[in-house]
């Protein structure tokens, strides 16, 4: 397990794509509490 603590402007689907075989991740977790509370941002991070 690594934990990267990364700035919301680097939560794109093109910064992950290249990090994820980098960190040889299987998964992530995004932890945001205002998203938490949007049904449409929950949504989004989902997909």
Not at 26 to 36: N, S, T
């Amino acid at each position: 397990m690594a934990l990267v603590r990364v700035d919301n402007r680097l939560v794109h689907g093109q910064v992950l794509e290249a990090w994820l075989p980098a960190l040889d991740a299987q998964g992530i977790l995004v932890a945001d509490d205002e998203a938490a509370g949007n049904m449409l941002a929950r949504s989004a991070m989902a997909l």
